[in-house]
């Protein structure tokens, strides 16, 4: 329904009595009707006097705070009268007081103003395809709001043909507010979101953002990681982290129910295929019969998700929000520094076993490399964007490994290979690489051991066992524990080993040739291009808990 505008004599008087001059003193010209009229206020279009740069300059409606006020104050006694009925588990007074929290706010645009500058710095750095009208701050006042004019066309409705990209980067934009900076744009109606001519995405409108917490933020990539093993029993206890579930509620009746409805939820494909709004329909129909609450913070993300998911399906029938939100939740696990993350992407590549699970591990690199394409998208790697470069390995200085031809000791340039490569073998993929050492450092050692039964064998000594039987033993030892032998653990390991080794090196001579087994000499030669220095403390470790780990391994089966 459109708004009807309120009179333009009206208008002009506020801008003078909220910046202190007439409007002709600070603007050289005014549109002489409102380009656009909403709820609460309505918007001309402008140019400044001083410098001649074009604006738009929004002016607040009459008598809106002091409507509002009385209608908020009716529902919020009516939500009281309602908590005097236990069978009704929906706190209307908390949505009400949380929505009127951001509906004050929203009425002060100088708090308006304020929160696009935050968001405009926040976004800089990372998402330089996403731009923020500039706040006049000294042409902005409680009722009045000066900013930056944006030319450009309703995302929504343009047909130019990168549209979709600037969905990517949509999603991408608001996945770092929710689960990231904290500082979450809780209006993106197709209004507010714009394809500039030079096809970036502008944000407009600032009055109505949500913070959250660190423990809501990082709640949320923690319930993810249980969703994608089905741990519905974490899941119920990220739920009371989350305000969903009050504090000391006995949590057993509940279980049931949400594995129940997850269940659904997951059928079509795992968590990465799960409709968000059709979940969240179905907790909210938990409320009803449970100790289980919508948290005010959380309808307002369900509500802005819609909208934004909403945008996307003009284009892509096909488009499912969580599907696209796994890339960003990867990038997160991989790169964010803090404890709970790290212990979440231990949690997801090893699961409730504790177990090394090389599906999952390429399942998150390759949401990783995902992530990196539409961290491109809308000109992304040529903004010099900070998200688009994490797959990007720099230029190396020279190294040398024994026994092998640097043919790469000279590069100067970027290396472009595999992004989930790249990434690994980076400053920004130190973690991850320690994350990985004890896998690797099983490796080595179970193909080392499998070499040696191959070289015993090409050397016919099919069973060395009689030979070694020959040795006196030295108290419990017995030399023949020193004979190379392959367990069903190796197998596995070997076979884990192999599957990310063809992963990384995909697209490469190795993996045209991994059906004949890893040969690791031509693995070496491959990655040689893109190995960075050899570091002085990762070498030492991986030796160091390699020969510990073959000495335990033999000391264990002499004793046996």
């Given amino acids: 329904m459109k708004v009807p505008s309120f009179p333009d004599d009206v208008a002009m008087a506020l801008i003078e009595e909220e910046l202190g001059q007439p409007w002709h003193e600070i603007y050289s010209e005014l549109s002489s009707s409102p380009i656009a009229a909403a709820s609460l206020g309505q918007v001309y279009k402008g140019r400044l006097k001083e410098n001649g740069d074009l604006v738009a300059v929004k002016v607040q ?88 004019w944006v030319e450009g066309e309703k995302l929504s409705q343009s047909k130019e043909s990168d549209v979709g990209e600037l969905v990517n980067v949509g999603v991408i934009c608001y996945l770092k507010q929710l689960l990231d900076t904290g500082f979450f744009h809780a209006d993106p109606h197709p209004g507010n979101l714009i394809r500039t001519p ?33 741990d519905y029993g974490a899941i119920v206890k990220d739920f009371v982290k989350l305000d969903f579930i009050p504090e000391g509620v006995n949590l057993e009746p509940i ?32 409320t009803f019969d449970y100790p ?93 964007g900070d998200m688009a470069e994490l797959g990007l390995l ?8 024994p026994a092998f031809s640097s043919r790469a000791s000279q590069q100067t340039q970027p290396v472009q290979t595999r992004a989930a490569l790249a990434f690994l073998l ?21 193909v080392t051991r499998e070499q040696l039964v191959q070289i015993t064998a090409v050397l016919g000594i099919g069973n060395a066992t009689p030979v070694f039987s020959m040795v006196p033993a030295f108290g419990p030892f017995k030399p023949a524990a020193l004979l190379p032998t392959i367990t069903e653990e190796d197998k596995i390991i070997l076979n884990n080993v192999q599957k990310i080794v063809e992963f990384l090196t995909a697209g490469s001579s190795i993996s045209r040739t991994s059906n004949q087994g890893i040969d690791f000499a031509r693995v070496i030669q491959e990655l040689l291009p893109v190995l960075p220095g050899i570091s002085a403390t990762i070498l030492p470790e991986i030796i160091s808990r390699l020969s510990s780990r073959v000495l335990a391994r033999i000391v264990r089966d002499s004793f046996l």
């Fill in 61 to 148: 409606r009459p008598f809106v705070l002091e409507t509002v006020t009385v209608d908020l104050f009716i529902i919020r006694n009516l939500g009281l009268v309602l908590r005097k009925f236990p069978q009704i588990s929906i706190d209307v007074v908390g949505l009400v007081d949380e929505w009127a929290a951001r509906f004050f706010e929203e009425l002060d645009y100088v708090n308006e103003g304020e929160n696009g500058t935050k968001f405009a710095e926040m976004m800089r750095k990372d998402l330089p395809q996403v731009v923020v009208p500039k706040t006049y701050e000294k042409y902005t006042a409680r009722k009045v709001l000066t900013t930056g």
């Fill in 426 to 446: 980076s400053g920004k993929g130190n973690f991850f690489r320690e994350f990985l050492l004890d896998e690797i450092v099983k490796g080595i050692d179970a």
């Fill in 255 to 286: 279980l049931p129910v949400l594995a129940k409805v997850f269940d659904q939820a997951l059928e079509g494909g795992g968590a990465k295929n799960i409709n968000f709004q059709e979940l969240a329909s179905d907790l909210a129909q938990i």
């Fill in 394 to 401: 720099q230029s190396q200085t020279s190294y040398f490994v």
């Fill in 198 to 230: 030079d096809g970036k995405l502008a944000i407009l409108d600032f009055g109505l953002v949500t913070k959250l917490t660190d423990d809501q933020k990082y709640g949320m990539i923690e319930a993810i990681a249980h969703l994608i093993h089905r």
């Fill in 292 to 384: 289980f609450r919508i948290p005010p913070y959380f309808a307002l993300i369900i509500r802005a998700i819609g909208v934004l998911e909403g945008i996307a399906l003009v284009g892509n029938p096909e488009f499912a929000i969580v599907d696209e939100a796994y890339p960003y939740i990867a990038q997160r696990l991989l790169t964010d520094e803090s404890p709970r993350l790290r212990n979440a992407l231990r949690y997801t590549i090893y699961g409730k076993s504790g177990v090394f699970d090389a599906e999952r591990f390429i399942d998150v690199m390759q949401a990783f490399e995902n992530f990196i394409t539409a961290a491109k998208s809308g000109g992304g790697e040529g903004l010099n």
